[in-house]
């Protein structure tokens, strides 16, 4: 049974080794973690209990047009002029992870959509994720169209700068500078 709850600081650990073994080292840490759990209002965290184990997590924001500018690190003219929109109000998707031997089984789905509609709750009416894009393939791609979410772009070496300052390990290129493209989906509700 798949459950999608709030995480909660003791699923911290668990969050990290997942993030660890599918994101990169480091790429997530327990500070971080910690504060957004304690960010209620703009940061939704949330994880998959399989079994009652923790199985996968996401992450997501309210942004304002000016904080999604800044997370798409200023390639905001590569969406489409639609979203360009500063009156929007965007459900920014940053990340859902599911462990390995886990997936493929609806937990990715589950956290998507539940994601969707937390943010759709919280006011947002347009919704943008960056995607990891590895040898190629784009692991959600299925998950996120399921969801309603269309491909808008694709933005080369999107964590390089970040990898490089946080100093974590991407999974794909090893040590920094991360050289991993992020494609972009979207949808305006």
């Known amino acids: 049974m798949i459950e999608i709850k709030d995480l909660n600081t003791s699923q911290i650990p668990y969050v990290i080794n997942i993030s660890d073994c599918e994101l990169g080292e480091q790429y997530i840490s327990k500070r971080a973690l910690t504060h957004l759990i304690k960010e209620k209002g703009t940061a939704i965290t949330r994880v998959a209990l399989f079994d009652n184990e923790v199985s996968g997590f996401a992450i997501a924001y309210i942004l ?16 489409p002029k ?22 493929n089984i609806g937990i990715g789905k589950m956290l998507c959509n539940d994601l969707i509609n937390e943010l759709n709750k919280s006011g947002a009416n347009a919704f943008i994720v960056t995607a990891w894009k590895k040898k190629g393939e784009i692991p959600a791609n299925k998950i996120l169209q399921q969801s309603g979410l269309n491909v808008l772009c694709e933005i080369p070496e999107f964590w390089k700068d970040e990898s490089i300052s946080i100093k974590y390990k991407c999974p794909i290129c090893g040590n920094p500078p991360c050289q991993c493209s992020a494609v972009i989906f979207g949808k305006i509700d």
Do not use: A, P, W
């Open 64 to 79: 304002n047009f000016k904080q999604l500018h800044n997370i798409l690190k200023n390639n905001i003219d590569q969406l």
């Open 82 to 103: 639609e979203y360009r929109d500063i009156n929007l109000q965007f459900g920014y998707i940053k990340s859902i992870i599911v462990q390995k031997g886990k997936q």
